[in-house]
Nanobody, 118 residues
Framework: QVQLVESGGGLVQAGGSLRLSCAAS????????MGWYRQAPGKERELVAT???????NYADSVKGRFTISRDNAKNTVYLQMNSLKPEDTAVYYC????????????WGQGTQVTVSS
C-alpha cells in the first residue's frame, strides 16, 4: 500500500539542470532516510545522495557540488536538484525511502530516465 512516484526526468544538454521529485503515498507512519540512486546501462545501481529525517545529507563524490538533495517531510517528498549536468550523469534515477507503516522496510520508485547530451 506504499508507493513512491518519481517525476522530473528528461533530456537535457550538458551543463543544464533538472529537478527530480519523489512522493511517497499510502499507509505511512513516518519516513526515515530517503535517497536517490542511479543505474546506467551495463552498470550496477549506485548511490547518488541520501538525506535523513533530520536533514543530514550524504553525496557520491561524483555529484558533490553539483547535486542537492532536499525533502519536505509534510509532503513525504524528496527532491534532487541536478545542476551542471554531464553526459556521464545519464542513467535511470531511482528514489528510495525507509518507511515505517504497516511494514517497516525500504521501498523503491519505478525510476525516471535522465539523459544528458553532449
Amino acid at each position: 500500500q506504499v508507493q513512491l512516484v518519481e517525476s522530473g526526468g528528461g533530456l537535457v544538454q550538458a551543463g543544464g539542470s533538472l529537478r527530480l521529485s519523489c512522493a511517497a503515498s499510502g499507509s505511512i507512519f513516518s519516513i526515515n532516510a530517503m535517497g536517490w540512486y542511479r543505474q546506467a546501462p551495463g552498470k550496477e545501481r549506485e548511490l547518488v545522495a541520501t538525506i535523513t529525517s533530520s536533514g543530514s545529507t550524504n553525496y557520491a563524490d561524483s555529484v558533490k557540488g553539483r547535486f542537492t538533495i532536499s525533502r519536505d517531510n509534510a509532503k513525504n517528498t524528496v527532491y534532487l536538484q541536478m545542476n551542471s549536468l554531464k553526459p556521464e550523469d545519464t542513467a535511470v534515477y531511482y528514489c528510495n525511502a525507509d518507511i515505517i507503516g504497516i511494514l517497516i522496510r525500504a521501498y523503491w520508485g519505478q525510476g525516471t530516465q535522465v539523459t544528458v547530451s553532449s
